[in-house]
């Protein structure tokens, strides 16, 4: 009977469950698919069949962001350029749309009338259709024709007049060091115009790009002199090793050349001057593929606090007060700064006392781009709680890191903090064993009050309870305890799979606090309500992954679920919402009603989401 009852709870908590899932999407599709416009056009029809035209696809949205965009079949086409893609924001009346662009310049290989079918694109886990578009090809005159097969023809005859060159500072490093990668061209021509094609891809690297400024210089190259300028810096920090390689950028450029002259032709010598006669030619540009080998650091003697940090760093660390009271916050602040890819870099291990209470820590980064190197400064801050009095001893702090210039792991140590806790106004709760003392007032017990009414009698032999009765209840509890007994030993059985067991309650447990934050939310309690949206968010992906509070960070979370083979996108959402909730805990005033409401949607949803993925 227990089992049918449990079953049946169970069965509709499922479809409970359920329903919710399902009204949550059919709501989060119907929200997307009215703020999502995605159209298709071109810039000129009719077109002639030597006449060059430019073919848009153009998706707005309000909020989400649009991916896997994918072309209809141009093969009727001959592809000039494209796609091209193109990003703006509008902000009109605190409502933040934006317009991605994908376009193609496109030429038609015969006249006739041809339909181009529709795009296809991504936005919220929903897909959107562009609208088809026909265009109507004429028969050319050929002129047009004849100047492109001039204009390449000058192109090919361009020889190291132009050119792109990618250039490294160092091809053989360790993983983890720096890399820079400069992108520049070469010219002994005039260019009109150029456009970036294909953006070199840096599979096996975290990437950060470095600010430049397209001024032109002059440089010697095998004895000629070149216009020189800087299209694209980049720092690169290998996250593998092995040999990797950065694949070409590839742009076109538009320059201008002189046309070719006729021979003992009067007039155009009398108009020998550059500006008669020039015309434009586009010049496709690519480097060459660049090979890095990556050296593994070394795996001998790699101290225990070594979280992946290469380059080279200083450690600090600062206590805000050294006398406090029992349950009174105290600031922990420790600040790593130097040179490396300071983006990850982790919190140093905090290992404190049994009877301190520890949050995790609020992060801030401060990163430096100028020149060739990435600085920066990053700082953890522990809020801690002391629950008992007495003088207390915050350990150091650890943090090590590989140094390129001397091949070797340093670790960096701050000194120990000596704290006098006094006992506050409240203090914790004690955690001896055994049972709670309390005050037990008993009344009455000090006289006997004398009876004046003699009450029910019985007769001194007969019996007190039916024999049959008096064996249901001998029996009953008996069984009851045989019963409870069972229950016990299975409910234990699977509490002692905790990975398991904390799995299944995430959801629940996740609920329980998004209703929380809820009510806190109609009650106007902002800070509450971001506090209880943090929590829930947190202890969800807590219970999910099996991790300690304590040992969790931003990148553990990331790293973790792509190890459990979530999308891409999931995991960017799941990191802002984690970034948004940590902000938002320590900056409550600044958002308004309809930030939380999408505050709590996001965290919502993106719960939902993640149950999904995991289940499947």
Partial sequence: ??????????????????????????????????????????????????????????????????????????????TLSGPNQSTSMQIINGSVSSSQSFSYILQAREAGKFQIGSATIEVGGSQFKSNEVEITVTKGSGQKRQQAQAQQGDAVDMGDNIFLRAIVDRSRVYQGEQITVIYKIYTRVRIVNFSINKQPAVTGFWAEELPQQLNLTNEMMNGKQYQVGILKKMALFPTQNGTLEISPMELTCQVQVQSKRRPNDI?????????????????????????????????????????????????????????????????????????????????????LPTDFEQYDPKVKEEITRSGETINGTKTFEWLIVPRYPGDKKIPALEFTYFDIGQK????????????????????????????????VKLLNQDIRFIKTEIGSLREKNKELIHPGTAILMTIIPFASFIGLFFFRKKALTEMSDVVSFRSRKAMKIAARKLLSAKQLLHQNKPDAFYAEISTAMWQYVSDKLAIDRSELSIDN???????????????QRIKECLEACEFARFAPGSSSQEEKNKMYEMASNIIIATERELIR
Wanted: hydrophobic letters at 40%; aromatic letters at 10%.
């Fill in 1 to 78: 009977m227990w089992k049918k009852i449990g079953r049946m709870k169970l069965y509709l908590q499922k479809i409970k469950y359920g329903f919710v899932h399902l009204l949550l999407s059919i709501v989060t599709v119907i929200a997307y698919s009215q703020n999502v416009t995605f159209n298709a056009g071109v810039d000129k029809n009719p077109v002639a069949a030597d006449e060059q035209f430019t073919l848009e696809f153009t998706v707005t949205t309000s909020g989400a962001s649009a991916r896997s965009f994918k072309a209809p079949d141009l093969n009727k086409f001959l």
């Fill in 557 to 571: 979370v990331t790293q973790q679920f792509q190890q459990k083979k979530v999308s891409g996108e999931l995991i």
């Fill in 408 to 439: 070797r792991y340093i670790t960096l140590r701050t000194n120990e903090f000596n704290l006098s806790v006094e006992k506050g106004s409240a203090e914790a709760p004690q955690s001896a064993g055994g049972l709670t003392k309390e005050d």
């Fill in 267 to 351: 007039f155009d010598q009398f108009f020998n001057d550059p500006f008669f006669g020039a015309q434009a030619a586009n010049v496709p540009l690519k480097s060459s593929p660049i090979k890095i080998t990556v050296l593994p650091l070394p795996q001998n003697n790699v101290p225990e606090s070594f979280q992946g940090a290469v380059g080279k760093f200083s450690l600090t660390a600062s206590l805000n007060k050294r006398r406090a009271k029992t349950n009174e916050p105290i600031a922990l602040k420790a600040t790593i700064n130097g040179t490396g890819n300071v983006k990850i870099l982790e919190a140093p291990k905090l290992k």
